[in-house]
């Protein structure tokens, strides 16, 4: 080395000495050492992980609700940990003896993100938006009953029924019946739900970039949450990071390595490997989901309920249970899961198909296809969905179907299922009411979301009585009926019921499994270190 080269070097390092100085002091100043100073406590961040972005940030107006909407926004009435209805933004109600007008008290001192204050006006306007034909809110058809909206005073709201419908808490305790200001659209334009969305709820949206994350800040000023709620505000989480990762490879790396701190829908075949992840604790909880495979029953051949009973002859639903699930879960005969304890059909299995496929090839032959036939089956391209996928492909092989496996990522799914190209499919629906039932089947949610494409004027008529029925004990026998008349007519071909896993790290604090409204827990009492 020459005394040039020397010196150059001795140059260099002095530089770059001086620059990790200064970069050092830099860092200790801005992140840790004013804090220190000061007595500041670090910012708490919480990460949670999702396959799928939002549609749009406005309840009103999307088909697919982000946890965020959650977050930001108040219902009048809540839920608590043992599904009983609480209340929200509505302090009491109570119900005239007809059953026909619901009278909301709400609660006072609430205001929104934008500082403005929530009266009874909010709520006429965000129902009466919901029901505008003009708005096109997929929401619409679950608040029908409703006639009109009364504004008493200031904190008091009459809700005025077209027929008794006991099923009214229900849908305004849910992510579509968030409460925003009125005339939020005409004062915020085109950028409502996509820059800026305004609730009363324990967090604001911070920024969204689409495809990637959804932040969340939480609301200094509440001080408003649900009674049920060990802490009611403010939020002892700073922000909540909604991070999109559609690979589920990744998502699952994440959370091993602590980029993600909770993620829902965990996929079986993921299980043991978090398990033995000392960092992370795997829950396995009763769900209200279940996993079906359907088909397009106005298209041949499944326009033949030979077909479709011959369908559901030939699923091994225990094998699928084990193939796919490694046996956590359990087979499904009939349309609504056992969580569903008032609704649910104890003889859903008694009635049911059970595996049979010798009776399978019979039914085909009497329906005309005794040599069987040719299908594109589809499914979206998670790992669970394309083991189901290939398990069912083999399982209607043996009965003479051969179905072509097409596999698609979440959008595209939609999209094909809203185009009405669909033969087989698989699906899974998580919903904690009967009211799935009109969602998927009546006529008028045709094509989509009835994406069985079932039109069937007797199907119309069950599901409209039981919505209708005075009481809740006599609508819960009313949907038991629809039940055993859907299992007849072979609607779907029901396969299993699986558990709610969800993995939670180390760093969080205070989780408590909620049967449905995780985010409640997420939005309140959850902290983290």
């Known amino acids: 080395m020459t005394r040039k080269t020397f010196k150059r070097i001795a140059v260099l390092l002095l530089i770059g000495m001086l620059a990790i100085g200064i970069l050092g002091g830099c860092s200790e100043k801005t992140e840790t050492g004013d804090s220190a100073a000061q007595g500041e406590r670090p910012e708490k961040v919480l990460v949670i992980g999702y396959d799928r972005d939002a549609e749009i940030l406005d309840t009103i107006k999307t088909a697919w609700y982000s946890d965020a909407l959650i977050y930001i926004h108040d219902?009048?009435?809540?839920?608590?940990?043992?599904?009983?209805?609480?209340p929200g933004l509505?302090?009491?109600?109570?119900?005239?003896?007809?059953?026909?007008?619901?009278?909301?008290?709400?609660?006072?001192?609430?205001?929104?993100?934008?500082?403005?204050?929530?009266?009874?006006?909010d709520v006429k306007w965000t129902i009466d938006t919901i029901k505008d034909p003009d708005t096109g809110s997929p929401f619409r058809g679950d608040l029908e009953a409703i006639k009109e909206v009364e504004v008493v005073d200031d904190y008091t709201v009459k809700v005025v029924l077209n027929y008794?419908?006991?099923?009214?808490?229900?849908?305004?305790s849910n992510t579509a019946a968030g409460i925003h200001p009125a005339n939020a659209y005409e004062k915020y334009g085109d950028d409502y739900g996509k820059k800026i969305v305004i609730g009363t709820g324990p967090y604001k949206l911070e920024d969204w970039v689409r495809g990637d994350k959804i932040v969340l800040v939480k609301n200094e000023e509440y001080n408003w949450g649900p009674e049920w709620m060990s802490n009611r505000g403010p939020a002892l989480i700073d922000k909540i990071v909604l991070r999109v990762i559609p690979d589920e490879s990744s998502r699952i790396m994440e959370m091993e390595v602590g980029g993600i701190h909770i993620l829902?829908?965990?996929?079986?075949?993921?299980?043991?490997?978090?398990?033995?992840?000392?960092?992370?604790?795997?829950?396995?909880?009763?769900?209200?989901k279940l996993g079906y495979l359907a088909y397009a029953t106005d298209k041949k051949p499944f326009t033949d309920v030979r077909v479709r009973r011959a369908i559901n002859h030939a699923l091994n639903r225990e094998e699928i249970i084990q193939f796919v699930f490694r046996g956590v879960g359990e087979e499904a005969y009939g349309y609504l899961p056992p969580a569903l304890k008032d609704e649910y059909l104890e003889e859903s299995k008694d009635l049911g198909y059970h595996y049979d496929p010798e009776k399978a090839k019979q039914l085909l032959a009497e329906a005309g296809y005794p040599n069987g036939f040719e299908a594109t089956l589809s499914a979206d391209n998670s790992s669970k969905s394309s083991k189901l996928a290939e398990i069912v492909q083999s399982q209607l092989r043996d009965v003479g179907i051969n179905a072509k496996i097409q596999l698609y990522d979440s959008a595209s799914y939609v999209a094909m299922l809203k185009e009405g190209k669909q033969e087989l499919f698989i699906r899974e629906y998580s919903w904690p009411n009967a009211d799935i039932l009109d969602w998927f089947l009546l006529s008028s949610q045709f094509p989509y979301p009835n994406h069985s494409r079932w039109v069937d004027d007797k199907t119309d008529e069950m599901i409209k009585y039981a919505a209708t029925r005075p009481t809740w004990g006599e609508r819960a026998e009313a949907y038991k009926e629809v039940q055993r008349y859907l299992i007849d007519q072979a609607v779907w071909a029901p396969m299993y019921i699986p558990k709610q896993i969800i993995a939670v790290r180390k760093e969080v604090k205070n989780f408590k499994y909620h049967p449905w409204m995780l985010q409640y827990n997420d939005g309140f009492d959850l902290d983290i270190k």
């Open 264 to 288: 829902r829908n965990v996929p079986e075949a993921h299980i043991e490997k978090l398990e033995n992840n000392p960092d992370v604790t795997v829950y396995k909880e009763p769900a209200t």
């Open 90 to 121: 509505a302090e009491r109600w109570d119900v005239s003896e007809d059953g026909l007008t619901w009278t909301f008290y709400l609660r006072k001192g609430v205001k929104f993100h934008d500082g403005t204050d929530f009266t009874a006006e």
């Open 75 to 86: 219902r009048l009435v809540s839920r608590d940990y043992n599904f009983s209805y609480k």
């Open 164 to 172: 008794p419908f006991p099923n009214l808490l229900f849908n305004l």
